[in-house]
């Protein structure tokens, strides 16, 4: 009964791998190779364990951050103009901020969103739930939304834009305007109008508290030590396991971390998870810092990147989840929704990175930097650039309340050919200061270019920002 045994469905007595010697009985591991494997696997697992739940993490640090406050469903933290007091991925300073940690674990809430915002719900595994205020389904007007809880079998009355969240805790953001510069106009309209309370309920019965942390420290950042896994268990113990896909919870479940478990990783394990963590934080910096893929670049052998790849705002492309672009995002910044990925000529934002000056190299705080906007910048509102830290992704902090300058405030100084010239670095041009955003010598930063209102040149590229040129 003997037959001829094909080569290629074998192993070796001896195969030398990446980590190490790995040896075989006639195709029985040793018990030295199965201890190998076992800690390549472990590792492996946890670094992807990384990569797949950055979203949720992310949105970790934000509960973190809001509870200090006071409870949920209950605490609004506010900024009339966000400044760089905060450790908050990527905002900009020329919005209202609002941010409340919504809970619908005792079940659905009415949400009454006020008129004239750019609102926004995520859930706890930072997916989109809905949009609200001008890019909502009530255009801006304002109107009563429920938003009702995982598994719920309840009737809902009519007069409501209903939407269903997967998960218990979700991240609500409001987005407000400045009125000629002021944002207390905006401000009030948001705290007379903005309205939450369970279904059932009247307006009432809102507990919504406002608390204004401008110029207060704040951490919104998530763990990049061990401490990530005892984040990402916490999302996994309080959240249906509906709520996220067999696979993902199938490699966290091979880490230690399983709903309805305690997670209290060993000796062997602990070493594992810290490597892990680290080596998943490295591999995050790498792909928002060093990313490889073309379609980051928004223009050929361009330092100005897309911190959004793939046009997708579930990160999807032909049923294939694009990890490495989700990675990324989360890493840099906040906020899922369709209305980010779905430009309009002539409205809302459209954003480009600058990463890297115009010979590749990483922005040093110690030297001078300048951009050249050619004339009819194409924002039919605004334009601005906004500075941030590469360590903390939150904006630079410097002598400079905002670490940005815009064209809003109306005091960029123009050239006599409608163009401009901004600096970046740690003095002003002598006769520029107001063309001129501070660094700092020894702290590594990065910026935002921001269109407010963009219009058609900047779609086609026919309109476009030099590169990050230094000033020598």
Not at 132 to 142: W, Y
Not at 438 to 450: A, D, E, K, N, Y
């Amino acid at each position: 009964m003997t037959t001829e045994i094909p080569p290629e469905i074998t192993i070796a007595d001896k195969v030398k791998t990446r980590i190490g010697t790995l040896t075989f009985e006639d195709g029985f591991p040793t018990e030295e190779t199965a201890r190998k494997i076992y800690d390549q696997l472990d590792f492996q697992r946890a670094v992807e364990s990384v990569m797949m739940t950055t979203p949720a993490a992310s949105l970790t640090g934000f509960r973190n951050g809001i509870r200090k406050y006071g409870p949920d469903n209950q605490t609004a933290i506010i900024w009339p103009r966000m400044d760089s007091k905060v450790q908050l991925l990527t905002p900009n300073t020329t919005v209202i901020y609002l941010f409340l940690w919504l809970n619908l674990k005792e079940g659905a809430m009415v949400m009454e969103a006020p008129a004239n915002v750019l609102g926004l719900i995520d859930d706890f595994w930072f997916r989109y739930v809905t949009d609200f205020g001008l890019a909502g389904p009530d255009k801006g007007k304002g109107g009563k939304y429920v938003i009702l809880p995982p598994g719920y079998k309840g009737d809902v009355p009519d007069g409501y834009h209903v939407t269903q969240s997967q998960t218990y805790g979700n991240w609500l953001l409001i987005r407000g305007f400045l009125q000629n510069g002021d944002a207390a106009p905006g401000l009030q309209s948001i705290k007379d109008h903005f309205k939450l309370y369970p279904l059932g309920k009247t307006a009432s019965a809102s507990k919504v508290k406002y608390h204004d942390i401008s110029m207060k420290f704040l951490n919104t950042i998530h763990a990049s030590d061990v401490s990530y896994f005892d984040e990402i268990n916490k999302v996994v113990q309080e959240e249906p396991s509906e709520s996220q896909s067999p696979e993902i919870l199938g490699m966290l479940a091979s880490i230690g971390i399983e709903k309805g478990k305690p997670f209290n990783p060993d000796a062997r394990m602990q070493k594992i998870l810290k490597e892990a963590a680290d080596v998943g934080s490295a591999a995050a910096r790498v792909v928002l810092y060093r990313n490889r893929d073309a379609e980051a670049k928004v223009y050929p052998g361009s330092g100005w990147e897309h911190p959004w790849i793939g046009g997708s705002h579930t990160f999807t492309r032909n049923g294939a989840r694009l990890i490495d672009a989700r990675t990324r995002f989360h890493m840099y910044a906040t906020g899922i929704t369709p209305a980010m990925v779905t430009p309009k000529v002539g409205s809302g934002t459209q954003y480009i990175a600058g990463m890297r000056d115009s010979k590749g190299r990483r922005l040093d705080g110690a030297k001078t930097y300048k951009v050249h906007l050619p004339p009819n910048v194409p924002a039919n509102q605004f334009w601005a650039f906004t500075l941030y830290n590469v360590q903390t992704r939150s904006m630079l902090q410097t002598d400079q309340r905002f670490p940005e300058i815009t064209s809003a405030e109306g005091k960029v100084q123009k050239n006599a050919d409608g163009s401009y010239d901004v600096y970046f670095g740690p003095k002003a041009p002598k006769g520029k200061e107001s063309n001129w955003v501070q660094t700092v010598p020894g702290m590594g930063w990065h910026m935002l270019f921001r269109l407010y209102g963009p219009e058609q040149a900047w779609f086609d590229k026919t309109w476009r920002p030099s590169e990050i040129e230094l000033v020598k």
